[in-house]
């Protein structure tokens, strides 16, 4: 037991006679260790990547309604009578009519 645990630590089964199958499963292994890290790096540039839109998606949302109550304001009547007597234009006195068509055969 305390032989082989002293072979295992000087590198013997690397430089044995049977180490070419030895080398194969340590080559692989480390081929995989490299797909293992290669995969977690682009699962984080993912994460980074959601993160940054969803905060872009934040920011056009507060935008969204800073826009949408400033045209409501300007759409008020009261606003755009202002702003249209500002131009000389005045709301009218008279109540609008109603017209009705006929249509005749």
Do not use: C
């Not at 070419?20 to 080559?27: E, H, M, P, Q, Y």
């Not at 507060?62 to 045209?71: F, P, T």
């Not at 009261?78 to 017209?99: A, C, D, V, Y």
């Amino acid at each position: 037991m305390k032989k082989n645990f002293y072979n295992l630590i000087k590198g013997k089964f690397l430089v044995s006679d049977d180490a070419f199958k030895n080398w194969r499963f340590i080559i692989f292994l480390s081929i995989l260790a490299l797909i293992m890290i290669a995969s977690s790096h682009q699962a984080d540039k993912k994460v980074h990547e959601i993160s940054r839109l969803n905060n872009e998606v934040k920011e056009l949302k507060s935008e969204y309604v800073d826009v949408r109550m400033k045209l409501m304001q300007a759409k008020m009547e009261t606003k755009i009578i202002r702003s249209m007597e500002n131009r000389g234009l005045f709301p009218s006195e008279i109540q609008p009519q109603k017209i009705i068509i006929k249509k005749s055969e």
